[in-house]
């Protein structure tokens, strides 16, 4: 005879219930505007004008800040206004956002920075801002307006990067300055505008213990702890040969964004290093010429950016991506390509460049407090 299995199924009541995922559990929330601030005409027209720190409300988790930049009232009164090639971002000379401790999260860095880090840092499905209703290039009459992101979370679909924003007596600061009317445009109109900028809050609400059939669900998000940042740094290039020690490792590198300004500050595409080639460690990670780099940085991103030599509102600009692994586009990553570097990491740039200027490094980096789960 077959023996008979001794395994029992367990009454239903001892069946361990599955947790609600958090982002099922808890909902979207806006907060704001929690500032307003405009800088008249005046103050425009004479200098730099510092603006906050803003704290950031207090409220669940913090996935971005959202800042909506509107510049009016200009008149070109006989002297239509012309743009400088990164205006409108340019408004912004400096912006950070600094955690309790003071310590810098993302930037400090400039409005054409944070514009290139919402571009190709994969947070939205149309990561162009100038494909949005919020956005107005510089009008003769010196006008503009954009929607900016200040980005925090990393990967939506598991609230994965979202921050912990439940202290009111200690908050996330903003810092904010705006530019001289010179770093907007080349010509300015006869009436400057005022410049207006308005802040809101995009987070997580913190989810009850159990939704209203009694299942448990998990109260915060994937990974909490782990915490991306955005920064940037200047390294002076010669004309000919380069080798650009990266000064920023030791996290998980999750986008490199290269920007390369001649010695009068404009970017420059066609004397850009080409081939260019991505060190780490010694070993060659990418030896590709421009061409290539860009091709792919149009079929990932779904944007058309010109050949290197036609100027274009990316001239001048490189980007190495390591989060396109779950679909083929940037964003919404598993994290399986991000680069892995320790502190004593070597992490290079290394080209013949066609003339002496600098090379702006934007770094999107990655501290994991633990890593995103699969999705089955």
Do not use: C
Not at 75 to 94: C, E, L, T
Not at 198 to 223: F, I, T
């Amino acid at each position: 005879m077959l023996a008979m299995n001794s395994e029992t199924k367990a009454p239903a009541s001892e069946t361990p219930a599955v947790r609600v995922p958090f982002t099922q559990a808890s909902r979207e929330h806006t907060e704001g505007a929690f500032f307003d601030a405009t800088v008249n005409p005046a103050a425009f027209g004479s200098g730099p004008t510092t603006i906050g720190p803003f704290d950031v409300p207090a409220f669940g988790y913090a996935r971005d800040l959202l800042l909506l930049v509107e510049a009016t009232g200009g008149a070109a009164g006989g002297q239509n206004a012309a743009a400088k090639p990164d205006a409108p971002w340019s408004v912004i000379r400096s912006i950070a956002l600094v955690d309790v401790n003071g310590a810098p999260i993302v930037g400090p860095f400039s409005g054409y920075d944070l514009m290139l880090a919402n571009k190709w840092g994969g947070y939205a499905f149309e990561g162009d801002l100038t494909k949005l209703p919020a956005y107005s290039g510089v009008a003769t009459s010196g006008d503009f307006s954009f929607l900016i992101r200040v980005p925090l979370e990393i990967v939506a679909r598991e609230a994965y990067g979202a921050l912990a924003n439940m202290n009111a007596s200690s908050t996330y600061k903003l810092q904010i300055t705006i530019a001289d009317d010179s770093d907007v445009y080349s010509t300015a109109p006869n009436t400057l505008p005022s410049v207006r900028v308005r802040g809101w809050l995009e987070a997580w609400a913190e989810p009850a213990a159990q939704d209203p059939q009694g299942n448990p669900q998990e109260q915060e998000p994937s990974g909490l702890g782990t915490t991306q940042y955005w920064s940037k740094a200047t390294y002076s290039i010669a004309n000919g040969a380069n080798t650009v020690r990266l000064a920023r490792v030791g996290n998980l590198i999750r986008t490199l964004i290269l920007v390369f300004r001649d010695s009068g500050g404009a970017r420059e595409g066609d004397t850009f290093a080409d081939p260019i080639q991505l060190h780490l460690d010694g070993r060659i990670v990418f030896n590709e010429g421009q061409l290539i780099r860009r091709s792919l940085m149009a079929e990932r991103y779904g944007y058309q950016l010109a050949s290197i030599a036609n100027a274009d509102a990316d001239e001048g600009v490189i980007v190495y991506d390591f989060s396109h692994d779950f679909d083929g586009k940037p964003g919404g990553e598993l994290g399986e390509l991000w680069l892995p570097t320790v502190q004593s990491s070597r992490l290079e740039i290394v080209g013949s460049f066609g003339e002496a200027g600098s090379l702006e490094v934007i770094t999107n980096d990655i501290a994991p407090a633990a890593l995103i789960r699969r999705s089955n």
